[in-house]
């Protein structure tokens, strides 16, 4: 490959990325009340054609879509490919507790990766990707007592924090292929409870909990791929995400108003670099038969139980790092892809069918109760798009139902519908001129 269409495409990369990158970071992708605990809503890290199959992917590899599940999966991409991959969803929330429903809706831009082949055997990809989501907004009112004082408690929160990756993928020797992301992770959050009365000489109470984030992101990928017979192939995939401190000192400020007197007191907690991801495990496969129909399965885990997390301590009321607060996280996903004639004339046997499910368990707890589970379900179509040069591209649509709940708390069922462009076009192919 000649160093000016390696420039090429990495100009053009950071083109489309930089532009990504401003609009991602003011972009919340969650209504959920769940998202005040820890750092938030988990983000969905797949692409379009993995949220067909609910987010399937250490086991896929493709030369015609990004996979970032598994940077190993980079390899793959031929040396007259480009390929771009833009996402986002749009989504319905209904949440019920006690017998009350309240639906929500919001949009997001979800994601942005392109790969392309630098060296033989050798791909690369960038991206941006969110990592969790923040946004929330409700009140809770009671009677104090047998008195007729009511007491009004107004939590709003908002944040989330994103990374974007340089990844590579290689192609060792037939067969087996290793990967890396190296990730910037940004972000920051804003969660406030506000306390108030109509007793008006009742102070008022807000609790204010803040953190900046800027720090790194490493996650290594391994692939193993084994011809069976002519048409069939079984391949292994597994990736380690590295734990790590975030060098970030999450903030709490509590302050008292005084309505009658307006006089305000304020108090102020900081820890010291007191924020962590966790050491994740994931493993999967999939087995596909000629260029028809792939299945596989998931299996990932995530180390939250391991790390202290910043938490209002009980007798000092001082903000101080706990153990228990999160838990141990694992999921487990299982899905397949069906595509009739890829090669075929007809349209409909050209286009991708996919289906997919998952469970998960919750990463944090709630006072005593465990947090939500999560179990989810997902249908979708990778559509060509036809063009003069080829009909590589494909418009990836996929419907998601979700189901959020906790014992003695709010159950959500959300319906999202993703959206994904994959661009793949042979930008780089030398045409010839009879």
């Known amino acids: 490959m000649h160093v000016f269409e390696l420039m090429k495409k990495l100009f053009i990369s950071s083109l489309m990325f930089g532009a990504i990158l401003l609009n991602a970071s003011a972009q919340s992708g969650t209504n959920s009340p769940y998202s005040q605990y820890a750092l938030g809503v988990l983000a969905d890290q797949s692409q379009g054609f993995n949220r067909g199959m609910n987010g399937l992917g250490y086991g896929l590899r493709s030369g015609n879509q990004v996979n970032a599940l598994n940077p190993a999966s980079y390899s793959s991409i031929d040396s007259l490919t480009m390929l771009f991959d833009l ?3 749009l989504q319905v929330t209904n949440f019920k507790e006690n017998g009350t429903r309240v639906n929500a809706r919001n949009g997001n831009i979800e994601y ?6 630098v060296l033989p055997k050798f791909g690369l990809s960038v991206g941006v990707l969110p990592y969790t989501n923040i946004g929330y907004n409700y009140a809770v009112t009671g009677q104090v007592g047998t008195s007729t004082t009511t007491s009004t408690q107004q939590s709003v929160g908002s944040g989330g924090l994103h990374q974007a990756y340089v990844g590579f993928g290689w192609n060792m020797f037939a067969g087996l292929s290793l990967g890396a992301n190296v990730s910037y992770l940004w972000g920051s959050y804003e969660k406030n409870i506000k306390v108030s ?7 008022i109470i807000t609790k204010r909990y803040t ?3 800027s720090s790194y992101k490493i996650d290594l990928g391994m692939q193993y791929e084994q011809k069976i017979g002519k048409q069939d192939a079984l391949v292994l995939g597994a990736t380690v995400g590295l734990g790590h401190k975030l060098n970030a000192d999450p903030a709490m400020a509590i302050m008292s108003l005084n309505p009658v007197t307006s006089v305000k007191q304020t108090t102020a907690d900081t820890i010291k670099n007191g924020l962590e991801i966790p050491l994740t495990i994931g493993a999967g496969f999939s087995y ?3 260029n028809k129909w792939v299945f596989g399965a998931d299996y990932s885990l995530q180390k939250w139980g391991d ?13 101080v790092l706990k153990k228990g607060v999160l838990r141990d996280r694992t999921k487990v996903t299982v899905g397949g892809e069906y595509v009739p004639g890829e090669y075929s004339r007809n349209f409909l046997s050209r286009v991708h069918y996919r289906v997919g499910a998952s469970y998960a368990t919750p990463y944090y707890n709630m006072a005593e109760v465990k947090g939500p589970k999560e179990l989810s379900v997902s249908v979708g179509f990778g559509i060509p798009i036809f063009n003069q040069w080829n009909s590589r591209s494909l418009l990836n649509i996929s419907g ?9 708390f709010i159950t959500e069922n959300t319906f999202r519908i993703n959206v994904g462009l994959t661009f793949n076009e042979r930008w780089f192919q030398k045409w010839k001129v009879k």
Do not use: C, M
Not at 112 to 117: C, E, L, N, Q, T
Not at 307 to 319: C, E, L, S
Not at 400 to 408: L, N
């Open 211 to 213: 953190a900046d984030i």
């Open 112 to 117: 942005a990766v392109a790969s392309f082949r």
């Open 87 to 89: 996402g986002l969803s």
């Open 400 to 408: 998601q139902w979700v189901h959020t709940s906790a014992k003695g």
């Open 288 to 290: 596909r038969h000629s």
């Open 307 to 319: 790390i202290a997390f910043p938490d209002v301590d009980a007798v000092t009321q001082h903000y």
């Open 197 to 203: 009365s109509n007793d008006s000489y009742v102070n």
